[in-house]
C-alpha cells in the first residue's frame, strides 16, 4: 500500500470552490487553488476536476480521498440535554455512550434530512456540578449531558461526495466549514472571555459565540453577500454581473474615482445599510441566547465580509465594537487541516477503524456504528 504524504480539503461555498493539499509531515509544504467566482452550479463538477488535476499534478499523488468542508443556509444547530440516574458507583464511559447514542437517535428521528457533521458535549453535570471535561474516576449519583449537534442538509452532502465519486474520490470527513474556521481563529489571535464569529457568506451569514473554549451557540442567518449585489442591482438598476463587480471593487473604486454622479455615494449607503441590517440580526441571535452581545468580542469573517476593513468600521452604524478578519485562502484550508489534526476535547470525533491505539471518544464513536 502506497503510503500518502498529502491531506486534501475541499471547501465548498455557493459561490466558490477553494481547496488545499497539505503535507502531513511537513505543514511548510502546500499547494492551494480556487475556482473563479461563480452564480450558477452548472460548472460546478468541472471546476472541482480542474483543481484536483492540478494539485495531482505538484503533489505528484493520485488523490483518491478528500476531507470536505462545508456551510449551508439550511445548515442548523440543535441542543439536547438527557440526563441518568446512577447508583453512587464510579462513572463508567458506557454510561455516557449511552446518553450520546440516545441524543443522536433523537437527532436522526426528529431530523431525518439531515447529516450530523458534529456532536459536541458542551458541559457534563455530575450530581450538580458542572464541567467542560469527563473528570476521571467519579463517582456520582446522578449525570447529564449537555449535547450540541451541528447539522448540514443530508441532500447537499450527497450531492458533494456524487461529485468526487465519479472521480474515484471518497470523501473522510465532513466539517462545517465556518465552525472549522472559528476554532483556528480562535486559537490565532489568542481570543478568551465572550467571542462571536460572524461569517458572511455568499448566502447564509453563521454566528459561532463561544466561551473561553466552550462553544455556547452557532445560529445561521439565510442573508449575505448576494443580498447586497441583489440591492446594488435593484437600485442602480444594472444587472447582477456589473453589481457584483461593483461590489467587490468597491474599496479600490473609493480610492481611484472623483465620482461625479454620486454612484459610489449612493453604493456605499447601500452597503453599509445591508452590513448593518446583518449585524443588528446577529446582535438579536446572541441576545436570543440569552446572552448580552455588550459582553462579547465581534469578529467579522467570510467573503461577503471582503468588501468592507477596519478603515470602515467607524462609518457602520452598530452598538458595538467590531474587528474585521481579511482571511485567505491558506487561512482557511489550514482550519480544516488544524481541526482533523486537533479536535476539540469537547467533540465526540468519528476516527479511522483501522487505527489500533483508541483513546474514550474513538471507542464512543465505534460504539454507534
Known amino acids: 500500500m502506497i503510503t ?7 471547501d465548498y461555498g455557493h459561490s ?16 492551494y487553488d480556487e475556482s473563479e467566482f461563480f452564480i450558477d452550479q452548472l460548472n460546478l463538477e468541472l471546476k472541482i476536476e480542474k483543481i484536483i488535476t492540478s494539485f495531482e499534478k505538484k503533489t505528484n499523488e493520485y488523490i483518491d480521498n478528500i476531507n470536505l468542508m462545508i456551510d449551508s443556509p439550511k445548515m442548523l444547530s440543535v441542543s ?15 454510561n455516557i455512550q449511552f ?3 440516545e441524543a443522536k437517535q433523537q437527532i436522526l428521528k426528529y431530523y431525518i434530512n439531515y447529516n450530523i457533521a458534529h456532536i459536541i458535549i458542551n458541559n457534563y453535570k455530575i450530581d450538580g456540578i458542572d464541567y467542560s471535561y469527563l473528570p476521571d474516576e467519579i463517582k456520582c449519583n446522578f449525570i447529564s449531558l449537555d449535547i450540541l449537534f451541528i447539522c448540514l442538509p443530508t441532500e447537499l452532502v450527497l450531492s458533494l461526495k456524487n461529485i468526487f465519486s465519479k472521480y474515484n474520490i471518497l470523501v473522510n470527513e465532513i466539517i462545517c466549514s465556518s465552525y472549522a474556521k472559528s476554532i483556528n ?21 453563521s454566528i459561532i459565540s463561544y466561551f473561553d473554549d466552550k462553544i455556547i451557540s452557532l445560529d ?29 471593487n468597491f474599496d479600490q473604486n473609493l480610492k481611484l474615482s472623483n465620482d461625479e ?8 449607503k447601500i452597503i453599509f445599510a445591508r452590513i448593518e441590517e446583518i449585524l443588528e440580526l446577529c446582535a438579536k441571535s446572541i441576545e436570543s441566547k440569552s446572552y448580552s452581545v455588550d459582553k462579547f468580542k465581534l469578529v467579522l ?37 488544524k481541526f482533523i489534526k486537533g479536535i476539540n476535547k469537547q467533540e465526540v470525533v468519528v476516527v479511522p477503524k483501522k487505527q489500533l491505539k483508541q483513546g474514550f471518544f474513538e471507542k464512543l464513536f465505534h460504539f454507534f456504528n
Do not use: M, W
Request: contains cysteine; charged residues 30%.
Open 4 to 10: 500518502k504524504n498529502f491531506q486534501t480539503f475541499f
Open 16 to 31: 466558490k470552490v477553494r481547496a488545499g493539499v497539505l503535507n502531513k509531515n511537513n505543514e511548510n509544504e502546500a499547494f
Open 80 to 94: 439536547i440535554s438527557l440526563y441518568k440516574k446512577l447508583d453512587g458507583s464510579q462513572l463508567k464511559q458506557t
Open 99 to 101: 446518553l450520546v447514542q
Open 185 to 205: 481563529y480562535k486559537d490565532n489571535l489568542n481570543l478568551t472571555g465572550y467571542v462571536s464569529f460572524i461569517d458572511i457568506g455568499f448566502d447564509r451569514t
Open 220 to 248: 445561521i442567518l439565510p442573508i449575505g453577500g448576494n443580498h447586497i449585489t441583489k440591492d446594488i442591482s435593484k437600485i442602480l438598476e444594472i444587472d447582477l454581473k456589473k453589481s457584483e463587480q461593483l461590489k467587490r
Open 261 to 268: 454622479d454620486g454612484t459610489l455615494d449612493t453604493l456605499q
Open 301 to 337: 469573517t467570510g467573503e461577503g465580509s471582503k468588501i468592507l476593513d477596519n478603515q470602515h468600521k467607524d462609518k457602520i452604524s452598530f452598538s458595538n465594537d467590531i474587528n474585521f478578519l481579511e482571511e485567505t485562502l491558506e487561512d482557511i484550508c489550514q482550519s480544516g487541516f
